[in-house]
């Protein structure tokens, strides 16, 4: 085989590869440039729980990660729940999220003919192209078509493989610490959102099994970029609550006639809040049953060369591979109040443990929020634990505490795939 980097879908728009990312699969739209030579690139990121819009431009060294002017997430519906009715995803999925960057160059006199915009569709849609790929079509036609009635060039309009999620995460994550340009580029990133998780590192073997080939400006890398479909948290945390008790063994104890009285009221599996009663052993199997059995499928083996999370370890280049946990597993972190600092990971289950163990633990969950109705709140047990296993534990990555990184503070800018798309597309 022959690695390329794959999309997903073949919606997308210009066919001009110059100075960039070289895909195997795909294409890089031409940008427009301001009076003065810069480039200014808006990303859509259209995830599974919801859309957001960035505004890049280059940043002070080259092949460095690029400067974030704005990001806003207006609240929109994800275009994935566009699936019945595609030709609103346009004004009502990104017609808001237009909004925002309009108000933006407004008020930093940025003329709109500067800026290109493109949208990235991550594993919510790629789960719609697997149910109905008519409908994920429609979808990201009507997000092109509409673009250029505000006054934008369209960029790239694409249902992004999660390989090249994973592969522009890797890209600035070691562009935001220089090591893109210098070549020392041993940083890799394990990223778990909603619907997928992804894993990227660089690999000493070219062509070997889940390395991407990728070139950015004079340099090639080699990298191995895997995404699991169903292994983000929330799609993980529904598939345990199939396979479970409706997951009470993952979800804290909460006092009779104390809200919420329901967790997750509008799944087809709703749980009593009384009956459920957190145990760590219990949580963390049913977790590893999910990853085991999702990460097995012939999807997700598919997708990345038959490599399983367990095997992630065995491959070439993982044993150098500093890594940078991101996104779910950040904020998880967060919210429980880890500090970063040595034993992160154990550190990391005793939390967990402490906060969701326990009659009516709910309070102790909900103490951790400004507002305790916050819609993440009754998630924070179970998601916390899945993120814990899929990092540590035996059936997921299992890194080895002494070689990941979380900026559990949120003091750093957070590497992204969106800003790594955006260096490719500054560097044309």
Sequence with gaps: MTPTLRTTSKIFVSTVITFGLVLGVGAIPTQAATSTGVTYVAVIDAGSSGSRIALYEEGPQPLGSPNRLMEEKPKVLPLSDFESNPTEAGPAGIGPLLDALDAYLVANNIEKSSVSVSALATAGLRNVEQRDAAAAAAIMGAVTAYIPTRGYAVGEVAIMSGQREALYAWLDANA?????????????????????????????????????????????????????????????????????????????????????????????????????????????????????????????????????????????????????????????????????????????????????????????????????????????????????????????????????????????????????????????
Aim: some cysteine; hydrophobic content about 35%.
């Design 176 to 428: 935001s610490d220089g090591t893109l340009a210098d070549g020392d580029n041993t940083i890799g990133i394990i990223e778990i959102g909603g619907a997928s998780a992804q894993v990227a590192f660089a690999s000493p073997t070219p062509g070997g099994r889940g390395v991407e080939a990728v070139q950015v400006g004079p340099l090639t890398f080699n990298v191995v970029a895997l995404s699991y479909l169903g292994l983000g948290q929330n799609d993980a945390r529904m598939y345990m609550r199939e396979l479970g008790r409706k997951g009470a063994e993952c979800f804290p104890n909460n006092a009779p006639k104390k809200a919420p009285l329901v967790y997750e009221a509008k799944s087809t599996t709703p749980l009593k809040a009384t009956a459920a009663n957190f145990n760590t052993v219990k949580c963390q199997r049913a977790y590893d049953s999910v990853i085991k059995t999702a990460g097995a499928s012939v999807l997700n083996k598919a997708n990345n060369d038959r490599i399983r999370p367990t095997e992630i370890r065995t491959l070439p280049g993982y044993s150098n591979a500093k890594f940078k946990g991101v996104s779910s597993i950040t904020y998880n972190m967060n919210t429980l109040k880890l500090k970063p600092g040595r034993a992160l990971g154990t550190r990391f289950q005793k939390a967990i443990t402490t906060t969701c163990t326990g009659k009516n633990a709910w309070t102790k969950v909900s103490a951790l929020y400004r507002d305790p109705q916050d819609s993440f709140a009754e998630g924070l047990c179970p998601n916390s634990q899945y993120t814990h296993q899929f990092t540590y534990g035996d059936q997921g990555v299992r890194v080895p505490q002494k070689r990941i990184t979380v900026d559990t503070m949120l003091t750093k800018d957070q590497p992204s795939w969106s800003k790594g798309f955006a260096l490719t597309q500054l560097n044309l």
